[in-house]
Nanobody, 131 residues
Framework: QVQLVESGGGLVQPGGSLRLSCAAS????????MGWFRQAPGKEREYVAT???????????YYAGSVQGRFTISRDSAKNTVSLQMISLLPEDTAVYYC?????????????????????WGQGTQVTVSS
């Protein structure tokens, strides 16, 4: 059974940093897209970032415009984990952050941001940005 387990959420002041991690078990995702979404209270779940294998040891990274330049996604294929380093956090970054993984190795770039492209989801970890 595939499981994705997030960790690293918490309360941080505006301008602060947090690092989220997601550990996958049950199957290897080294050659499959993994990413992050978030959901703020009263809002729909929205795309944050994805790392997608493009061959050899190379991965392409994608980001939502709202986090570009502040968030960095990375993965450790050997450990089957994906991380999200977040800096310069804003109150509007407050949300539950979800790790997601796709079982479609050849996921095309135009579908990277769609929730429907991901088959496995974690339970989520709360990130609150507040003074």
């Amino acid at each position: 059974q595939v499981q994705l387990v997030e960790s690293g959420g918490g309360l941080v002041q505006p301008g602060g940093s947090l690092r989220l991690s997601c550990a996958a078990s049950g199957r290897a995702f080294s050659n499959y897209p993994m990413g992050w979404f978030r959901q703020a209270p009263g809002k729909e779940r929205e795309y944050v970032a994805t790392t997608r294998w493009i061959g050899g040891s190379a991965y392409q990274k994608y980001y939502a415009g709202s986090v570009q330049g502040r968030f960095t996604i990375s993965r450790d294929s050997a450990k089957n984990t994906v991380s999200l380093q977040m800096i310069s956090l804003l109150p509007e970054d407050t949300a539950v952050y979800y790790c997601a993984a796709s079982s479609t190795r050849g996921l095309i770039a135009s579908t990277i941001t769609r929730r429907q492209s991901y088959d496995y989801w974690g339970q989520g970890t709360q990130v609150t940005v507040s003074s």
